[in-house]
Nanobody
């Protein structure tokens, strides 16, 4: 069982930056692929970014590519999402997710993930 706790959300102006963190419990964090998803009001939850178990492979949604960076620190059991050049359309609840997986495929579907955090609100004002 893995528990995930997100932090770092808040209110920021257009063009600003935020860094989300997701702290994971358990001793097998380094064997998990991690992902970030988001859900805006009235919309379905969507994929944002994923990182493989080692941290050497990442994949992003087109909408955030070049602006967001996912990273992880396996020694700290933490995954991060650095968000730059934020836009009002980035406003959403951001969720961290985990799946025990050390393969080569990117995990981009909600159904791929076994564990979820409670979410953290990100609001970008125009």
């Amino acid at each position: 069982q893995v528990q995930l706790v997100e932090s770092g959300g808040g209110l920021v102006q257009t063009g600003g930056s935020l860094r989300l963190s997701c702290a994971a419990s358990g001793r097998t964090f380094s064997s998990y692929a991690m992902g970030w998803f988001r859900q805006a009001p009235g919309k379905e939850r969507e994929f944002v970014a994923t990182i493989n178990w080692s941290g050497y492979s990442t994949y992003y949604a087109d909408s955030v590519k070049g602006r967001f960076t996912i990273s992880r620190d396996n020694a700290k059991n933490t995954v991060y999402l650095q968000m730059n050049s934020l836009k009002p359309e980035d406003t959403a609840v951001y969720y961290c997710a985990a799946v025990p997986y050390s393969g080569a495929y990117y995990r981009v579907s909600e159904d791929d993930y076994h564990y979820w955090g409670q979410g953290t609100q990100v609001t970008v004002s125009s």
